[in-house]
């Protein structure tokens, strides 16, 4: 077929050779194989037809040179015919395609559905719309024609879709025959299939009867052997089920609860599942339960009298637990059948034998006191408020001793039950306790009996501390406690708290919270009684020089050598143990320096040595003693502010006038507190770790009210020497007599403030009180409009200059560069 063919619309006239020629050709014979071969070009088969000897052997060389010739010419042909060849290939395709669907388009619609309802009258209609119903032969005529016409046209429709049929048809053409040959194949290996089939039937059958039916008969009895064999166990295990009763019995005889729970557990699960349906044996399973709530009751009521008779048997010495191994045998069973609550009922059992213990404890102490029948003693076993300082110290030891050893005997009892929790549970225990290999506790049951058995501990302990806390709040406030009382309670409170928390783990706070507060309350009257005493020391001081006992300069000794005041060192003693006569000295000397001071001060500090040992004794109280203790110097600075600077001294203690003498001990006995505070700042924080910043402020408190008593000093003399120079007249004699009272009032000062104040602050006070003087002389030079011109007045001052320098000199007072007269000249300068 040429491509100028193949553009043109293809036909079955178009085919060189059709299936039934060729099927029917004589010439082939009869084929067998012609249903499996493809349709094609090669179904029929190419003959090759062999060379003739009398044809010369052409090769390409004979036309090489008609190639060249014509080779330019053939391609310019070629591409123009390729070029024409697709341009008509593409319109006949169009047209080919306008044509068919022109085709399509042609017949209506109503013959393109899937029905076509006749019955219909307006489908009817429109399938025939010439069709008269008038009976005249001109209307037969003419719906003759019109059926005609109608069939005509029905026709072309069917030839239409005949043609799109055919084309369809020609287009699946391979895949018609591939089915037909597909089936033909398959039709003929199912035979095959069938014939095997049937062959190996036959042979199954035959092996059925000679090898598998005698087979089988072996396997049936084989199988009937095994049934009696499990028939005999179940007979067996039925036997020793019925034989749990009595078992039961033996082993609670023995109170071996836990061997009678785990045979009622194991019994249980082989009813229910070896021997489930049984009849004989159904009411067996509620007796075995029945049997297990009886344990439960048995368990439950026997730990119930062992904690009463453990928790309420005399303390003695050598006793340790009571019956281990009934204990063990009990907590195992109640573990096993996890009732936890035998732990919340050993510990009310231990809370009702504390307050027996308290209460049986307070009674015996009691008949020892007068008119005990006025007492009485609540359910707790708290102790009446009535009871005196040593009695009741006595009952709080007895009481602390007793429970003590109460809470001792739990702990030993929640060891054992900690120890056999963790035996049940799989755990290594102690090489005391005997091994066991049943393990039915799981490690979150064991967790929730620790957390239970760690509760019981701590409910104990904090319940013994309530009620020791209780006895420690019943003594009255009106009732004087003394510093070794306080120790003792602080030795026993501090005893029984170390051994709670050894035993449980943790502090309970009631029993120190208690104890402080009865702390709290003798700090209280402590610090009310020395502040009231110094109160009344410091109205009715005089302000003047005392005497310095041995015992005070040890105390100091003591105080200045850095060490804990544990005590305060007593006066001196002779080796026969007789006391010397105390030796008095003018002044406490510390270092390089002594201090004078007033007996006020010496008080001062034997009370804030005391302050030191309390705080030493009762350190849980160290930061309220501190404060009060700053508070104690702060009412002395204040009140010595008051008594000098302010003239108080004049009312309380009679004084006629403060004078520098006054002022300058106070000074000075200021001093000696502001040298005592760093050394108790150290020695607090040896006891307690916090801090007593009210130290500081009354630190700084104290150096403020000694630069006013300076100030004061130095204003009084300044007003005297002003007041000289306002009367001075620069007129002989000379020196002058206003000269002579400010050379006076020099000497009386240093007399009053050199025996007190050391030599530098003497020396400073003095270089001020100068610096001052040579001020007050320059304005009144001034003012006198004396100048420096070797005048008469001006030699009248130079004497009185030297006058003064002399006096300044006989006081050693100033370096010797401020008493020359070389110094004095500034005075001039205007």
Known sequence: MSETAAAEQWSVYSAAQNLPAVLNDPNRGKQSNFFVKTWGDTF??????????????????HFESYLKKVGRRIRRHRKLSHTKFEGNHIKARSKNEITIDASIDTIPEIYLKASLPLNEPAVFNEVFPNISTSNNNKNDNKNHQSGR???????????????????QVSQKSGAFFHAMTSHDTIMEKMGAACNEVRALRKKIENVDKTLAKDSLKLL???????????????????????????????????????????????????????????????????????????????????FERYAAADLHRPFDPDSGILEREKLVSLVAGLLRQQHLQFLETY?????????????????????????????????????????????????LLLASEALGKLVQRVKAVHDVIKRTAEMSAGLPVHNDFPPNTDKFLSLEDLGRVEVKLRDLLVSVCDYCHERLASLVSTQSDKQNITANQIMELSDIVESFTELCEKICGRQSPALKAAFKIQAGNYVHKFHSGRKHKLTLLLDAERWKTAEVPSEFQLLVDKIASGETLKSIPSSPVEDSGKKLLNRVANSLKIGNQEYVTVGTVLILIRLVSEYCVCAYDLPILAVVIGRNLSELLRTFNSRSCQLVLGAGALRTAGLKTITTTNLALTSRALQLVLWLIPHVRGHFASISNDMIPSLDAVERDIGNHIQQLESKILSIINILLGDQLNEWDAKPPVPSKAFRNVSRHLTKLYEAVGPVLPEEQVGDLYEVVHNNFKIRLREQLTKMNIRNNGGPQHGVVTSELTFYLETMKGLKVLPETLTTSKAMEDIWNR
């Open 347 to 395: 510990k009310q059992e231990a809370v009702t034998a504390a307050q027996t213990l308290l209460k049986q404890l307070l009674i015996e102490q009691l008949a020892d006191v007068e008119d005990d029948m006025e007492h009485c003693l609540t359910g707790s076993g708290e102790a009446p408020p009535s009871l005196d300082s040593s009695h009741w110290l006595q009952v």
């Open 44 to 61: 029929v088969e190419k003959v090759d037809i062999e060379k003739s000897p009398f044809l010369p052997d052409i090769t390409y060389s």
């Open 220 to 302: 049936a009895m084989g199988r009937s052997r095994s049934n009696h064999l499990k028939l005999l166990d179940k007979l067996k295990l039925m036997s020793v089920v019925l034989q749990t009763q009595p078992t039961l019995q033996l082993l609670l005889s023995s109170s071996d609860f836990v061997a009678a729970l785990e045979l009622i557990s194991s019994t249980q699960e082989v009813l229910a599942k070896k021997l489930a349906g049984v009849t004989s044996l159904r009411h067996l399973p509620s007796q075995l339960k029945e049997m297990s709530r009886l344990i439960d009751k048995m368990l439950s009521t026997e």
């Open 149 to 167: 016409l109608l069939q005509e046209q029905l026709s072309h429709y069917l030839d239409i879709v005949e043609v799109h049929i055919a084309k």
